[in-house]
């Protein structure tokens, strides 16, 4: 039981343009949900989060959107860089400072 | 700020091997620390949570006897592999937070892979 989906496994994008990584999610409970960013070898590094009370956050490059109606977040980057070539992990948070984590989107950014 | 060292980063050992892997939050104090297992091309799935001074909470499915978690300290919390087989092959991944309160980012080691022959 799947309860954070990221249905789509990877993801390429040219530099300069915009990164839409998607997450859907199927408990209404969560109350935080965040994005984690992961290269290979290493740990997953926290990269950006919102609250359910909200339905945005920004910070710097990175924007969360978050649609409660619909159980679905999104992280756009923009612009892209080579750099941000990652694993894209979203993670809900329900109580207890728990995570649970989506599958993972594989971004490749191409110069 | 805010640093994880996870160690050994790999090991490999023989089946029937107890392996011991260390999780240290090196510039704070963490109340809380979690384990989470990795397996090729998945999500990040949760072990067990880890409070300083109690026993820690196992995820269902999850063999307590199995996979042993110690948090003797608020910055050192171990997790030893006991007679470790094939199938626990894996990528274990600990975290560490200030406050385990909804919300609060985790902080992540770098992972150890585990390999077990």
């Known amino acids: 039981d799947q309860q954070v989906k990221q249905n789509s496994p990877s993801l390429s994008v040219q530099e300069g343009r915009i990164s839409i990584l998607n997450c859907d999610y199927t408990?209404?409970?969560?109350?935080?949900f965040l994005w984690y960013k992961k290269y290979p070898a290493e740990g997953p590094t926290f990269l950006i989060s919102?609250?359910?009370?909200?339905d945005k956050n920004e910070d710097g490059r990175f924007t969360v959107f978050l649609n409660k109606s619909a159980k679905h977040l999104s992280l756009h980057i923009v612009p892209s860089q080579p750099g941000d070539s990652a694993v894209y992990f979203c993670?809900?948070?329900?109580?207890?400072?728990?995570?649970?984590f989506g599958q993972g989107t594989e971004l490749s950014v191409k110069p | 700020g805010a640093v994880v060292s996870q160690h050994p980063s790999r090991v490999i050992c023989k089946s029937g091997t107890s392996v011991k892997i260390e999780c240290r939050s090196l510039?704070?104090?963490?109340?809380?620390m979690f384990w989470y297992r990795q397996f090729p091309k998945k999500s990040l799935m949760l072990m067990a949570t880890?409070?300083?001074?109690?026993?820690?909470?196992?995820e269902q499915g999850v063999e307590k006897d199995k996979f042993l978690i110690n948090h003797a300290s608020l910055t050192l919390s171990t997790l030893t592999v006991t007679s470790a087989h094939p199938e626990d092959s894996s990528f274990y991944i600990c975290?560490?937070?200030?406050?385990?309160?909804?919300?609060?980012?985790?902080?992540f080691g770098d992972g150890t892979r585990l390999s077990i022959l």
């Open positions: 408990n209404s409970m969560f109350d935080y």
């Open positions: 880890s409070n300083e001074g109690s026993k820690a909470t196992y």
């Open positions: 975290s560490a937070t200030l406050d385990s309160q909804v919300g609060q980012p985790q902080h």
């Open positions: 919102i609250s359910s009370i909200k």
């Open positions: 510039d704070f104090q963490a109340t809380t």
């Open positions: 993670a809900a948070s329900p109580q207890g400072g728990k995570l649970i």
